[in-house]
């Protein structure tokens, strides 16, 4: 009977692990909480990257995300994509992307994001990608970005993220500037 109850616990267990969404990783910078952080495979030869996280601010002041840095790419710019008159523009954020207080704002395809500009190597699905976001009022903030597959829409445990469903929208990880 033991067995069986032991048995039983660790299936429950390991039941558990596989329900859990990877990247799962919470990080918390002053009143700032950051989660799913993730990006996508690049083919060699790539330049650009997107990066795309969830940032909560639990405070009472806007703080603003304005830039970062990661060993593998040049640099690492805010970026926003929307339509216009049809037409989908990507941009820059010079001032940066402001969390107001009490907001959740998620960066991901489509939206706002962030570009690896200038990659040095490509960036493999299973990897963990260390980077360093940079806040106006959280300062630094060291995390990893989980690498997906190359047409992934959401981190793993979340969706599709197989890199099979690209629900028609751009994937510019091949976009050269």
């Known amino acids: 009977m033991k067995k069986i ?4 616990a ?5 039941a558990a692990l596989l329900a859990a969404p990877a990247g799962a990783e919470e990080i918390k910078a002053g009143d700032l909480v950051i989660t799913q952080a993730w990006s996508r495979a690049t083919p060699g030869g790539a330049k650009v990257a ?17 830039g970062g840095a990661v060993d593998v790419a040049a640099r690492v710019e805010v ?3 929307s339509m216009k008159d049809g037409v989908m523009i990507m941009r820059q954020l010079d001032k940066g992307l402001a969390i107001e207080p009490g907001k959740t704002v998620k960066l991901a395809p489509g939206g706002y994001h962030l570009m690896l500009m200038e990659l040095k190597s490509p960036l493999k699905q299973g990897d963990k990608l260390p980077v360093t976001l ?9 995390l990893s970005l989980d690498v997906q597959g190359v047409g992934a829409q959401a981190p793993a445990g979340e969706g599709h993220s197989g890199g ?3 629900k028609g929208m751009p994937d510019h990880s091949g976009m050269k500037k």
């Open 5 to 8: 109850v032991r048995t039983l």
């Open 164 to 166: 099979h469903d690209m």
């Open 10 to 14: 660790y299936a429950v267990a390991f």
């Open 50 to 66: 997107g990066g795309y996280l969830t940032i909560e601010n639990k405070g009472s002041a806007a703080d603003r995300l304005i």
């Open 79 to 81: 970026h926003e994509m």
């Open 134 to 142: 940079e806040f106006e009022k959280a300062g630094k903030v060291k």
